[in-house]
């Protein structure tokens, strides 16, 4: 897995926002929709390794599936296992963007946390 996966929905703004960023950089990546494609379950666990096995980081936690599931409570008592494959299961509770490679592990658009990690990583 050495290219960039970019795993973005297209009606998020904060995920059109890290593509122009992307394509402004000239990152190559591969973009797949991840409400159709989630990660795989060994994406999510390097992710997960990336933030220091904090399970809710990987979570959109402002997203609808987030709260009718009720996430929140549920995540108290579910093991690392259970959550990763409810992530799996479900690219609507991801938080997006999700960046992955080789070299690279970041959820979330964060301009100055990427410029750090693509300008000097």
Known sequence: MCQLRAYLYSNCSTCRKA???LTDQQITFEE???R???PSLAELEQMLAA???DI???FNTSGQDYRKGDYKEKLKSMSVKQALSALAANGNLIKRPFLISD???LVGFK????DSHFNNG
């Open 19 to 21: 593509k122009k960023y």
């Open 32 to 34: 797949i929709p991840i």
């Open 36 to 38: 159709e494609q989630p």
């Open 51 to 53: 933030y220091d096995g």
């Open 56 to 58: 809710r980081k990987l």
């Open 103 to 105: 070299n690279t592990a």
């Open 111 to 114: 301009p100055d946390q990427w």
